[in-house]
């Protein structure tokens, strides 16, 4: 009979990762976090021990003694992730190395961190070579990979990048074995009475409501990118105001130029001067402008004029024929995410599916705190697929 394989979980959160090494048969020593409600949360769904720790600090006697094939760590990514400010000194990006570091000090044979693509990308990539660097010093061979999630039986376009490390003879790590395509339809369905699924539609008549009536599935509201995927404030007049089909032309040309004419100055476009957007549309615009800037809809930059809100990536309609965007902590905010045909966001327990985590895995604390655990987590379905190579490898 095969000895059971072991493993140990650093930054474990509610333990996306750990469900898929639980469930490929390895036994959990112990899973760590800083976050109360996460252990909580993991010590209700998970065999593995779940203790709170602050793991930024080198002191390890908690883990002294355990001797586990396997270190996966799941680091934060807020400080790489191109959803927030990237800060590169941001004090949580060091805590890759610290990952490393650890893994070291549990002498394990096998060493999985998994993160974010941003982690690798640019100046903040020098944490990943830190860390990679250390586990090469320390006798362990390396290889970074990009996994998509899609293909691991996830419903989902995620992207996560994954620093593997082993010590023995062999010179590579096997491919990580794809699981079976996985629908958003057939994730969603059959919900009813399941734990921590309290869908709430948006009220009737409200801003939200209306604006949710006009965005078909895969479209989204967005005032700065022409095609059928973008829905327009100016095209939703029962909530920003009506416009006349002069003013639409202006506000068109304006999102075109803005991107066209550029600057430089200001993020991916700039505001424009009156004049090239008069010679744009053929005529003198000031009239419309004056009324475009009186209802809201252009705000005045110095002598220039630009587009009063961006809305990029707002109220994103999913779709039962493409996988869901990569679930964040955002996904129960109908103002970042609706349902496929409902108007509202969506539960956690549809986030959760979507993640592929099972249905008696529940979640508890506020629903800004289930949301964080669940778009956090590695999802269960691409972590048994790593945990399953881990063994054939160690085998
Ligand atoms: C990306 S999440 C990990 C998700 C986890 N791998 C999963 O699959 O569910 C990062 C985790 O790092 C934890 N964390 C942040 N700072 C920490 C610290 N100093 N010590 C321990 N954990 C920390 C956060 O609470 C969060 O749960």
Redesign the pocket.
């Known amino acids: 009979m095969s000895r059971e394989l072991s493993f140990v979980s650093l930054?474990?959160?509610?333990?996306?990762?750990?469900i898929g090494f639980e469930q490929a048969g390895f036994r959990g020593l112990f899973a760590?976090?800083?976050?109360e409600q996460?252990i909580s949360v993991y010590g209700r769904n998970l065999k593995t021990p779940g203790h709170v720790?602050?793991?930024?600090t080198k002191n390890a006697s908690s883990w002294c003694g355990l001797k586990p094939d396997v270190v996966v760590a799941?680091?934060?990514?807020q400080g790489f992730s191109t959803l927030g400010k990237r800060r590169i000194d941001d004090p949580?990006n060091s805590?890759i190395v610290a990952a490393a570091y650890h893994a070291v000090s549990l002498k394990s044979k096998v060493v999985i961190l998994?993160n974010v693509s941003g982690a690798m990308s640019g100046k903040h990539g020098g944490y990943w070579e830190t860390a990679t660097n250390f586990l090469v010093a320390s006798g362990y061979l390396t290889d970074s990979r990009t996994v998509v999630c899609s293909e691991f039986g996830v419903p989902q376009i995620r992207r996560r990048v994954l620093l593997v490390a082993w010590r023995g003879k062999q010179k590579s790590f096997p491919a990580f074995q794809q699981g079976n395509h996985a629908d958003l339809k057939t994730a969603l369905t059959q919900l009813d009475g399941k734990a921590n699924h309290e869908p709430a539609e948006l009220r009737r008549q409200t801003p939200d409501y209306k604006i949710a009536q006009r965005i078909a599935p895969y479209q989204k509201l967005c005032n700065v990118r022409a095609g059928d995927r973008a829905v327009p404030t100016w095209e939703i007049p029962e909530v920003f105001g009506s416009t006349s089909t002069e003013e639409r032309q202006v506000l068109c040309a304006i999102r075109r130029l803005r991107r066209q004419l550029r600057l430089r100055a200001s993020g991916d476009a700039d505001p424009l001067m009156l004049r090239d957007i008069s010679q744009h549309c053929g005529g003198d615009v000031s009239k419309p402008v004056e009324r475009l800037l009186r209802q809201g809809y252009l705000r005045k930059i110095g002598k220039r004029v630009d587009l009063s809100h961006t809305f990029n990536g707002k109220y994103r309609r999913l779709s039962w024929d493409h996988p869901a965007p990569a679930v964040d902590t955002r996904f129960g905010d109908p103002r970042y995410y609706l349902h496929p045909e409902e108007h509202r966001g969506l539960s956690v327990r549809e986030a959760a599916r979507i993640q592929g985590f099972p249905d008696e895995f529940e979640f508890s604390g506020t629903r800004a705190a289930q949301f964080t655990?669940v778009g956090?987590?590695?999802p269960p379905p691409l972590?048994k697929q790593l945990a399953e190579s881990v063994r054939e490898f160690l085998r």
């Open positions: 930054f474990c959160g509610c333990g996306g990762m750990d760590g976090d800083i976050d996460a720790i602050d793991l930024s799941g680091p934060p990514c949580r805590l998994e655990m956090n987590a590695v972590a």
